[in-house]
């Protein structure tokens, strides 16, 4: 990523009869779900696919890249964004190497003849059939998570609607966000004010304060009592965890953080200070897939291993569960009862994972029923930055933001 534009980017060698290095500029979404299932190693390298699937049924698009090494494969699926999907497709039906320049107009400049010792270095990129892949190597790559994951499942959740009678504010923007004539700005004070920006944590011991908690006693839970409102935020831990709980700490907030197990590994330290500060964590998986497709075997190692890794960091039991998608059946409910566990859905979801900006997911909240609301977010960068502006609005509805135990 590059730190200046927020710009995400891929080196991808591609061969057509030669080979060429590609500096691939990636929508922010499909490189966050990328990231997600990469694992850096000298060992390890990626074939990324240019084939791309639709799924009528939740309207989102997918890709999948096979990871191997001298003696495994393993192909791991992806969500992606139409753009990507667009890209990979006219990738495929390449019929000249000189048809890139149009493909890639802006790297243009970044594309290089890779030399022949290179290219002895993958010899399955040999033939015309090779143009249907390419080997893919992220560089300067820092996670950015919408993981993914970021499917908004409607299907699944309660999800609460907007509501029809509510009327534009008439006040200014309080933040220099993007908006359209049909935004909703939030009524927080009759003055403009900037969104306070949280500062990166140090290494200094959190000062520690207890958030309110609201204990759910059901199974399978869509909301809160009525007076309270739980924060949940999917697909960490990440790069922006820290800054998050230092946000919810600074109001003196709940927060309910749903970890990813190939995620814990890669951010232990995140994991830790979540628990110091008295958050509730919860189990989202190890690799975030649709657990409804998996075997009853495969959805107890997912479940049971991110466990394991969540409780060597913080020495206390997992006791939340959010499958992700929201997907699940009659083996993975049973799976949660016999684990302990309660399964932790939503009935609200501003779809933070792919709005334009920040502002449609500060208008989806103050649009909706927020009284008794568990509202899905993720750990971005536009989530982070519109968190306060989030808490003031629910705290002038005199709720209690509270963890969920």
Request: proline share 6%; charged share 20%.
């Amino acid at each position: 990523m590059d730190k200046e534009s927020g710009n995400h980017y891929i080196q991808v060698k591609f061969t057509f009869g030669q080979t060429y290095l590609l500096q691939w500029e990636v929508d922010s979404y499909t490189a966050e779900q990328i990231i997600a299932i990469y694992n850096q190693s000298d060992q390890r390298k990626y074939r990324l696919s240019l084939q791309s699937y639709s799924n009528p049924a939740d309207n989102h698009y997918y890709s999948h890249l096979t990871e191997y090494d001298r003696e495994n494969s393993n192909k791991m699926m992806f969500l992606c964004s139409e753009s990507y999907k667009e890209k990979i497709s006219s990738l495929k039906n390449l019929e000249h190497p000189d048809q890139l320049k149009l493909i890639f107009p802006v790297n243009l400049n970044t594309l290089q003849h890779v030399s022949k010792a290179n290219k002895e270095l993958f010899p399955f990129f040999t033939s015309r059939i090779a143009v249907l892949t390419v080997i893919m190597t992220i560089c300067s790559f820092v996670y950015v998570p919408n993981y993914n994951t970021y499917i908004s499942e409607k299907v699944f959740a309660k999800v609460t609607t907007v509501l029809e009678s509510a009327e534009p504010s008439p006040l200014e923007p309080l933040v220099n966000l993007e908006n359209t004539d049909s935004d909703i700005l939030i009524p927080v004070e009759e003055t403009t004010v900037s969104i306070p920006i949280p500062a990166v944590l140090t290494s200094e011991e959190p000062k520690l304060s207890e958030p309110p908690i609201v204990e759910l006693d059901k199974l399978i839970n869509f909301s809160v009592p009525s007076g309270y409102v739980a924060l949940t935020f999917d697909d960490g831990p990440s790069m922006y965890t820290q800054d998050i709980a230092k946000v919810l700490q600074k109001y003196k907030v709940g927060g309910t953080f749903f970890f990813v197990g190939t995620q814990v590994k890669k951010f232990p330290d995140e994991v830790k200070l979540v628990d110091d500060y008295g958050f509730s964590i919860g189990n989202h998986s190890m690799t975030h897939p649709n657990l409804s497709s998996l075997s009853a075997a495969m959805q107890r190692s997912e479940l049971e291993q991110t466990n394991q890794w969540i409780e060597d960091i913080t020495s206390k039991p997992v006791l939340l569960f959010r499958p992700p998608y929201g997907s699940r059946d009659d083996r993975l409910t049973e799976l949660t009862t016999t684990m302990n566990m309660k399964m932790i859905l939503w009935n609200s979801d501003p779809e933070d994972w792919h709005n334009d900006s920040s502002q449609q997911t500060l208008n989806y909240i103050t649009q909706t029923q927020s009284t008794g609301s568990i509202i899905l977010l993720h750990e971005s960068k536009e989530t982070l930055k519109i968190l306060p502006l989030i808490i003031e609005f629910l705290q002038k509805q005199q709720l209690q933001i509270a963890n969920i135990k």
